[in-house]
């Protein structure tokens, strides 16, 4: 049974940082693009940052890099979101995801409830 599961969401004020985890199990995220999602209240949930299985970043729009940073560990199976600088806008659930485009598969975490606000 493969299970992704998020934390280190919580409430934190405009401009502080935060780190997202998500561990993995039942597949190895090396053959895996990994990705995290964001769903803001009453929005669509929409890709904020991935990571392919070679290690190769993307974001989404491109310039959230200067404030956002995924990065993965294949040893210990897990992804993480570090972000910085955050904004109100930033606010939502994020999902981690995998994916893997040839097979079709894709599986889902549960979220981590993420709000900024002073």
């Known amino acids: 049974q493969v299970q992704l599961v998020e934390s280190g969401g919580t409430l934190v004020q405009p401009g502080g940082s935060l780190k997202l985890s998500c561990v993995a199990s039942g597949i190895f995220i090396g053959d895996y693009f990994m990705l995290w999602y964001r769903q803001a209240p009453g929005k669509e949930r929409t890709r904020v940052a991935a990571?392919?299985?070679?290690?190769?970043?993307?974001y989404f729009p491109p310039d959230l890099k200067e404030r956002f940073s995924i990065s993965k560990d294949d040893g210990k199976n897990m992804v993480w979101l570090q972000m910085n600088n955050l904004e109100p806008d930033d606010t939502g659930v994020y999902y981690c995801s995998a994916n893997d485009p040839p097979s079709g598969r894709e599986y889902w975490g549960q979220g981590t409830q993420v709000t900024v606000s002073s």
């Open positions: 990571i392919s299985g070679y290690g190769t970043t993307l």
